[in-house]
Structures are given as C-alpha cells and as structure tokens.
C-alpha cells in the first residue's frame, strides 16, 4: 500500500503524519507552528519534523493544508490572515527539492472533505459535498477523488452565502450569510441576544436545547433551517450524490441533522430529494486529506 | 477534423445537424418533433432526419440535448414534462443500435454551456459557469471541457435558487427564486404591476428602459442585483474562471451587464473579483453544444 506524507499547517500548531493509501495514520507529530517568528522558520520547522519521520523518504508525496485559499496551479496561498507572509509564498518547491517528491498545497477545509471522500462516508460516491460545520461554515467539492479548488481556490467559500438578505452584517461576509447566522460564533450571538448572559458558547446553547428549553430549541430549529437554505444552493448547482458534514457543532447531530434534511428536501426539485445526508466520520480529517493530496492529484 | 450529429430535441420542434469538431455547423434539418403523437413517432421521426443528414456515416457519435433533466449515467431522462413518456425512456440505445456508433444525451442548457466552453467564448477557460437569462434562468457547470450533470441530472436548475426568502411563490419554485424574481417571465409581471397593462414582455420593460424611464430602468436594476446575488452563490461553490451568459435577455447586455458586474463583485470576496463575466457568442449553442457531446463524453 502506498504511503504519503501530510501537513496539517495552522496559525497556532502544525502536525506532520505519515499516511497509508487507505487513510491510516501511521506515525503524527505536532508543535507549535511557529507562525509569529516568520515564514522561513515555520518551513525549517516542518522540515525537521518531515525528517523525524521513521521512513520517511518510501513515501510518494507530501500533501499540504493550510489555513486560506489556494491556487492549487501554483501551488501558493493565495490569502492568508493566520500565517503571516505566506500569501503567493511558494514553499511547496523547496520542499521538494530537499525531500527529492511531489508537494502539493490546499486549503484544511478541501483536505477534509477529500478525506471523507476517499476514505470517509463518501467513499465511492462520485460527488461528495463536504462542509464543516464548525465555529465557522466551509465547504468542499470532491468529484470523483478530485477537489475543484476553483480559479483563484475560493471554490467552498460557503460561509459567505446569503441564506437572508434582510439581516445584518457583522464582519467581511455578507449581510446574512450563512456563517454569521448557522456557525458556531452565531449560535453563541444569538443565544446571547435571547437567552442572556448565561450563553457564553454554542455548546451552552445546544446543552440548553437538549435539556428541553423552548428557545434554544428555537434557535437551533432556526440555525438547521438557515443551513438547509445554503446547502439548497449547493444541491443547484452540483446536485451532489451525498453532503458530508464534520465539524464540532455535528457533536449535536441527534439534535438538527434530521430537521436540516427535511429543510434541504423542501427547498429542493422533487428528483433531487434522494440525496444523502451524512456526519462525517474520520476522526483525523484534516491530518488525513493532506496526506492523500498526493494520491488524489499525482 | 472529426464529425458529430446533434439532435436539439424541444416539445414543438426538433433539429438534426451535423458539426464540425470547431463548432461549425455543416448541415441542418428542422421539424416539428411531434410530441403529441408518442414517443415512439418522435424517435422514428428523429431516425428520419439523421439517415436524410449528408454521408452521416462518417460522423464520430450523437448526442441530443433535451428539455429536462437527464441522468447521464443510464442515458435517460429523469424528468419530462414538454415530451410526454421521455422520462425515463432509452431511446439513446435505440439510435446507436440502428445508426452504430456513441449516443450522449445531456439536459438542453448543458449543451448550450458545453458548446460556449468548448468553441464559444468559454473556449480556453477551465472553469466555465454558463447561465441561460431568458424566458426562465438555467445553469451549466463544465470544467475541463466537461459538463457536470449531478446526481441526477439536476446539477444547473438555478432558476431554483432563493435570491430572497421575503418574496412570495409563484409556482413550483421556492418564493424568492432567481427565476421567479429576475427572469423574463418575472421582468414582464414586475413590469405590468408597476407600469401598468401597457407592458405585455420584459421586451416592454426593456424599451421603456431603454428610453430612460425611471421606473423600468429600476426594475432592470433589481434585476441585475437579484441575479448578481445567485452569481455569488455559483461563485463561491465553483469560483469559475468565466460565467457566460445567453438567452434572450442578454440582446439588453449594455442596459445590465455593468451593474451586473459591478453587483457580483460586492457580493465576493476580494480574491473573487477578477472573474471574467461575459455574453455568450454563439448563434446555435443548443445544437453545436448537443454535437459536442461526443467529443466531451467518448
């Protein structure tokens, strides 16, 4: 079985795995990233943890995910608000001039979803639509073992679309995007707004919900409803075989996954209500869908 | 250069033609298609037309394009309400055992994307979004020379997508639907309920438009914004290099495409904004692309 090394590179830690074919996390490594003492100590950085890897020259590439948009044909971030100076920086070639294999970069949200594509829920669907549902809202388009990263890697930037247009802005995304109304952070706003001072997180809204309380029920209903419309969009304009959906918030999947199916069903042309809605299951998605860039893009 | 039949099959007329691999059009025959005699009249009907096409012997394949959803795996539509007894009825396989070569069937605005990606002004780009803004407002997805279907053939119904959840329901759309709301059907009601029974077509709104009525030049704003805000949402999902836009509506480009332009960039990210957004050039992209199918699909 082949072997790829991965990178799971965040503003805070870094992780370095070596990876089987079929998902398995054979050896994993993580520090601190680094990101506050500038670009080339970063690198330096991965590359002693690449080089403490048992083996590590049997394996067929390095896979990167990083957190912003990637020109995946350039191999370069083509943001980055998290790792400061690594906008257009193009450390994926001296990666692979010292390691002498193949290097490829992508954003953590497409890393994930390609992970739960090829060796997650959606293994052997053609068209796997991956979104995180976390304190933030991103997506991934997997078509048949390949992420579409788009012209400029902004292909799954769901966050920033409208479900409502009549609310109200609250930072770079739109006025009523998704995010700002079904993310986790929104969750906690609107608990707040509701409930009071006693919600400092989504989870306390969630754990309120579970208890029975009728208006976190109501925000939760509402926040299943909002994501339903976004996902709409997706089903337009992919028509996927199946939505996978990770991230924290999914810890309460008892609580809205089968409202937020009935929502999708009934925003949705009747052919297309045979869909799939599944959590996702890798318990490392990130770490994971890194290390099988190589096998999806080699 | 390589040869293919196409077959533009709608629920009053039904076109053969045989293409050159440029898109050029060699040889075209157009007749009723006679919907309302059984499907089986329609085939024999469409057999007729092929074997009368010129040496189409020497053509590579067929492919038709169709006024429905089609499942582009089993070669079927899946939904047929302008060709009663369509859905779901292989008439593909009756062709290519009678004529001996490939049959691609493909919804009839996927051909039309094809073609403009493929010999139109798509031609280059990796990612091309086509929308259709006629009568109705329809979608294609074609990546490298590809057209993605979805699961069920529904992958480009954005006519679907809820550009404000606020409006009211007009048919089986969603309220708020970009179809129901920036359409031509939708230009031509908003236009009677603000200007009164003197506008019959979104023609008439476009006139007045034209002339400098205040009023009608608003609803063609609303317009633009209301499709710029669905162009967003394809644009975050795929981030495509290029959206091309045909249909009817568009003989009014220099009325909207500005404000149309100038709308979707508000609605993006900084990253986004360089897409290019363009009318389509092709005078026949139903036929071409319906031809093309053999060359994307063999």
């Known amino acids: 079985m082949e072997k790829y090394l991965g990178i799971d590179l965040g503003g805070t830690n870094v992780r370095v795995a070596k990876v089987l074919e079929n998902g398995e996390i054979i050896e994993d490594i993580k520090r601190p990233s680094l990101a506050e003492k500038g670009k080339e100590a970063v690198v330096s950085n991965i590359i002693e943890m690449l080089k403490s890897i048992k083996d590590y020259k049997e394996c067929q590439g390095i896979g990167i995910g990083v957190p912003g948009p990637v020109d995946t044909k350039r191999n370069v971030m083509t943001m980055s608000s998290n790792l400061p100076g690594f906008a257009f920086y193009n450390f994926a070639d001296t990666l692979s001039d010292i390691f002498k294999m193949p290097v490829y970069l992508d954003n953590d949200a497409n890393a994930a979803g390609l992970a739960e594509a090829l060796v997650g829920v959606g293994k052997g669907h053609s068209i796997v639509y991956y979104i995180t549902h976390s304190t933030g809202i991103g997506g991934a388009l997997v078509i048949d073992g390949k992420v579409l990263s788009g012209k400029n890697g902004y292909a799954g930037e769901i966050g920033n679309l409208i479900i409502d247009r009549d609310r109200q802005k609250y930072n770079h995304l739109n006025a009523g995007a998704v995010e700002t109304e079904a993310g986790g952070l929104a969750i906690a706003r609107i608990g707040k707004e509701i409930l009071g001072d006693k919600i400092q997180s989504a989870k306390d809204v969630i754990d309120l919900a579970y208890s029975g309380d009728s208006k976190a029920?109501?925000?939760?209903?509402?926040?299943?409803?909002?994501?339903?419309?976004?996902?709409?969009?997706?089903?337009?304009?992919?028509?996927?075989?199946?939505?996978?959906?990770?991230?924290?918030?999914?810890?309460?999947?008892?609580?809205?996954?089968?409202?937020?199916?009935?929502?999708y069903r009934s925003l949705v042309h009747d052919g297309m209500k045979d869909v799939l809605i599944k959590k996702a299951i890798l318990k490392e998605p990130g770490i994971t869908g890194a290390a099988l860039l190589t096998k999806s893009r080699r």
């Open 217 to 263: 029920l109501k925000i939760i209903d509402d926040m299943a409803y909002d994501l339903a419309v976004a996902m709409s969009y997706i089903g337009h304009v992919v028509d996927p075989d199946i939505f996978v959906i990770g991230g924290g918030i999914t810890n309460a999947d008892d609580l809205y996954f089968g409202k937020l199916a009935d929502y």
